[in-house]
Structure formats: C-alpha cells, structure tokens
C-alpha cells in the first residue's frame, strides 16, 4: 500500500492550460451570412437561423426549437415568441422578443421560399429531403443545422470549426457596446 501511496505522485501529469477558443466576431459571423448561398430552400433556411442567433441573440436550442405560431412577422411590432432556457416544450413558458430589421428580412425571405404551413404548431426549421430539395415537416437537427453553418464559413473563408453558440456571443458584443456607450 506505501508503494502505491510513492508511486502516485511520479504518475500524474502536469497540465498544460488550454489555449483558448478564439471566439466569432461580429465581421465573421457577417461574412458568413452573406457567404450562403441563397439559391435553395436550404440555403434560406441556414440564413434565417444564423439571423435569428446572430441579430436576436437566441440560443441555438431557443432558435430551433421555434414553431411557425412563435413568429409573428406581419405585426405592426414584429416578434419571435422564445421558449426560457431549461424549460420543457410542453410547458407554454415563454416570452415575446423583438425581431430585428434583418432577422425579419431572413425569415420572410425563407417563410415564402419555403411555402411553410399555416399550421402553428410545426417546426420553423427544418430537414431537407436529400433526394428532393423539398423540406419536410421533420424538425432540423442540432447536428444537420452545425454542419450547414460551417459550409457557410467555410464558402466564407473561415477555416475553423464554428459552433452554434458562437453566433450568439458574436451578436451581443455590439449590443453589449451599444449600451455601454
């Protein structure tokens, strides 16, 4: 037992601090934006939720998880009703944000190319049938909606890994400013 007790020290290694992440920046997540191909209903799609993270600050899970009824665009005061982080779909706890100027623009442009139903309680984002090009009535995964964001920056010239959050923190540094100003 005293040896193992000796030897345990000369067995652990020292850590190297991780370097750390360089973050998305507000140009960046601009260049993206306007480095997806807006051709197809795919295209469209990733250009409406990277506004929707990007100009309204959501979280990546908040933004998928948005059904047609939670966007009200037609309004006087266009809004995104949000689901709070951590809670349950069932559980009706949401609250209205503001959509801004070109999240609003993204959305419409995507609603119409789209053809979405009227039907308030489908997906806002969803799948792509590969065989077709049409969209299905499938929610859009975290996965499949990560990989087209990086073809976006990756057309952008951005040759690391971007995540799903980094849209969010990339947005509200400006705001961040806007305020501190």
Not at 34 to 45: K, L, M, N
Not at 74 to 101: A, E, M, N, Y
Not at 127 to 139: A, Q, V
Request: charged share 25%; hydrophobic share 35%.
């Amino acid at each position: 037992m005293n040896q193992d007790r000796e030897r345990l020290p000369e067995t652990r290694r020292a850590l190297k601090p991780a370097e750390p992440r360089p973050w998305l920046t507000p140009a960046e997540a601009l260049r993206i934006l306007e480095a997806i191909d807006c051709s197809d209903v795919s295209g469209t799609q990733t250009q409406a939720l990277v506004s929707v993270m990007f100009y309204n600050h959501l979280r990546f899970g908040q933004a998928l998880e948005l059904k047609c009824g939670d966007v009200h665009l037609q309004s006087t005061s266009p809004c995104l009703l949000i689901g709070r982080k951590g809670t349950l779909t069932h559980r009706q706890d949401k609250f209205s944000v503001p959509c801004f100027p070109d999240a609003l623009r993204a959305l419409d442009g995507y609603i119409k190319k789209a053809h979405l139903a009227s039907d308030p309680d489908s997906p806002m984002f969803r799948t792509i049938d590969r065989r077709t090009g049409e969209i299905t009535s499938k929610p859009l995964s975290a996965r499949a909606a990560h990989l087209a964001i990086n073809h976006g920056a990756q057309r952008a010239g951005i040759e690391r890994e971007i995540s799903l959050h980094e849209f969010r923190v990339a947005g509200a540094g400006p705001l961040k400013k806007r305020f501190e100003d």
